[in-house]
């Protein structure tokens, strides 16, 4: 790109499994010779989404040598308390890199409030190189339609309600605002897998949440025309102060929340039996306090990496990649919730060893 031009910045956010590394996945898998630079907030030491998205075959490496540009993983809580102290020099570092970086993907954790991290883009340095081409908001259809917001709503009004700098009162559809409210275009995912009257129904109730200039468009597993997703030119940050949500913070208060409340459980083994995995985490997530669990999964006699990802009692699973050659093949998941006994987990995840 030319030097003097600013680098256009799409942040995806949405709740906890909308879809958003899957939309990722997608634009990446698609770039046709954009050579993008990817920011992946995750909750936790996990590494799973960053993960993925390096082991797709997109050309993304830790040292940013390929041609989709360097993998950024922040790691320490949501995107919009950490641009303090990771977002500034992680932007700073691309900035440095403008010649080389046609567009920035920024995924924000599930419980990210968008408007802060767009409100970073008026720091002089950022606003000089960089500009919010638009803010993507997922919503679950399947989940809305079913009048929730999220694939498990109790789990993510648990996790609010941890948050001492919310108002814990505030129901979990003021969440579900306040991630449409940022928004310039909305992205209705997993349609396939409800009826069109379905989509029909929350099409509607996201309409009466967000102007009409706010486009919605329905998505199949992240597939989508990528020229519906970058190259907007919406100039979030100019405009993003008009955007009035739930959680606004004056100027002169500090936005800090605190995730200490969270445990996060890691599981690490060989081999597994897939049907008694499943069976195992699916009974887990009843028993215990769990949001997400999501991993890498080695199956006896399969050259393919297996990644599951469970958020409530939904879960997906799909082959990524193979081993490769220096791997040695193995079981890696995180549990992410409140509570957690770490012994009790991993001897029940243990029970699927083969």
Known sequence: MNSTSKIPVTI????????????????????????????????????????????????????GN??????????????????????????????????????????????????????AFHWPEIKNACTVDAVVTLVDTPAAASGQFAANPQAVDEQRRADPNLDHESPLHELFEDQLVAADLVVLSKTDLVESAAVEQVTAL???????????????????????????????????????????????????HDHDLFDSVVVNLGN????????????????HTIYRIKGFVAL????????????????????????????????????IGQELDGAVLQQAIESAAV
């Open 300 to 335: 006896p006699e399969k050259p393919m990496r297996l990644v599951v990802h469970g958020v409530g009692q939904r879960f997906d699973s799909y082959f990524d990649r193979r081993w490769a050659a220096d791997e040695t093949p193995n079981t890696y998941l995180v549990l």
């Open 66 to 119: 390929e041609q989709a540009g360097q993998l950024y993983e922040l790691s320490n809580g949501c995107m919009c308390c950490t641009v303090q102290e990771e977002f500034y020099p992680v932007m700073r570092e691309l900035i440095e890199r403008r010649a080389d970086i046609d567009h920035i993907l920024i995924e924000t954790s599930g419980l990210a409030l968008p408007k802060p991290l767009v409100q």
């Open 272 to 287: 597994v039996d897939r049907d008694r995995l499943m069976t195992t985490l699916e009974t887990l997530v009843r028993e």
């Open 206 to 256: 996201v309409r009466g949440e967000v102007p009409p200039e706010v486009k919605i468009i329905a998505s199949d597993a992240g597939r989508l025309d990528l020229d519906l997703i970058l190259g907007l030119s919406r100039a979030s940050e100019e405009t993003i102060h008009l955007r009035k949500g739930h959680h606004d913070h004056g100027d002169d208060e500090e936005h800090d």
């Open 12 to 63: 995806v956010t949405g709740f906890l499994g909308s879809g958003k590394t899957t939309l990722l996945r997608h634009i990446l898998d698609n770039a046709e010779g954009r050579r993008i630079a990817v920011i992946v907030n995750e909750f936790g030491e996990l590494g799973i989404d960053g993960d993925i998205l390096r082991g797709c075959g997109i050309g993304c490496d830790e040292d």
